[in-house]
């Protein structure tokens, strides 16, 4: 038997609230778990490395010409090239929009110094969001990379004698100052 | 400059999910948050702290998920679906719940003539978990049969027998039935 709604307690029903504020706490624990987890974030780094982005455009105008693609600027001859992933932990100070100027000069300063010795090959911001693809059965999971939030942010590819050299050369990036972390990883030639 | 609380909600969503953009998640957030908190403390029988955390959880999944929604139903409607998925894992234990609405106790006649808007919602709040959610997806949130089946994983017939009885549980706490007279709200 289906129990129709009466008209007193329909009424009654209808004069309930639907809204409650919450408590302010909550909405910074919700946006605390969702950076935590990588998921919010983005327009501080993004600013900060379209910054860097166009001050590598000014730094690499002229080593344009000469070609475009990984490889194709001018690096001293006999090295091997060497990735440098940067990694923005929770460690990590993003900064505010009162340092950024100061944030992209003093990345800037890092390449053009590395430019100017021909160890500078390459340098970008990695887009985003971030995609994670899984095997899955017999087919490939797609999903945002939430709970894999360790992901690179941004690379240079640079020129060095040895892993030793790289490392010393990944050793100076700003990045590091600023609570990031840098791998450096030779790129095998295949 | 914006915070965003004039953009719609789809121009949001997507700068959440591209750019990560935490202006425009907390502009979503304030929002939808208000009325998401109170159906998660009714589904949750009133206590603040589990409604607390299953909105904290409901937004979590809802940013994981948000590239993969596809706008089949409006945003709200489906936090409200993730809220009561949130509901539902911390019902397990109570399982048996979800398929009766017991007969309240003698106990809760107590409730008799107190016809306010807090009695209503303790008597809500006394409810068991599924006729609980039955009443609050129907009668309050607006929510049809067949959807609210699909958030429970009930069939549409079970949910209209558990709106049955959980109403008229609801008469009971509140200490009047339907053929008796008005009650003044």
Known sequence: MIDDLDEPLARRLAALPRELAPPAALEERVVGSLRQRGLLGGRRSYLRWVGIAAAALVLFGGGMALGRGAGTRPVAPGLRQFMLLLYEGPGFDAGDSSVAAARVEEYREWARTLAHRQRLVAGEELGRPDWLLERNGSGVAVGPTGDHADLPTGFFIVAARDSADAVALAGSCPHLRHGGRVAVRAIRRT | ?185
């Open chain 2, 1 to 185: 400059m914006t915070d965003g609380s004039e953009r719609p909600d789809r121009e949001l969503v997507r700068a959440v999910v591209e750019e990560r953009d935490e202006l425009a998640f907390r502009a979503l957030y304030r929002r939808h948050t208000p009325r998401l908190h109170r159906f998660a403390l009714r589904l949750a029988a009133g206590d603040p702290a589990d409604a607390e955390d299953v909105v904290h959880e409901t937004w979590v999944r809802a940013v994981l998920g948000l590239p993969t929604f596809a706008w089949r139903s409006a945003l709200p409607t489906w936090l409200a679906g993730i809220a009561v998925n949130c509901i539902r894992e911390r019902w397990r234990p109570d399982a048996a719940a979800l398929a009766d609405v017991p007969e309240p106790a003698t106990d809760d006649r107590q409730l008799t003539g107190l016809p306010d808007r807090l009695d209503l919602e303790r008597a809500i709040a006394r409810l068991p978990a599924g006729g609980r959610a039955v009443v609050v997806l129907h009668d309050l949130e607006g929510y049809t049969h067949e959807e609210i089946a699909a958030m429970l994983g009930i069939e549409a017939g079970t949910s209209k027998s558990q709106l049955s009885r959980a109403r008229q549980s609801l008469r009971r706490l509140l200490g009047r039935q339907p053929h008796e007279g008005r009650v003044d709200p």
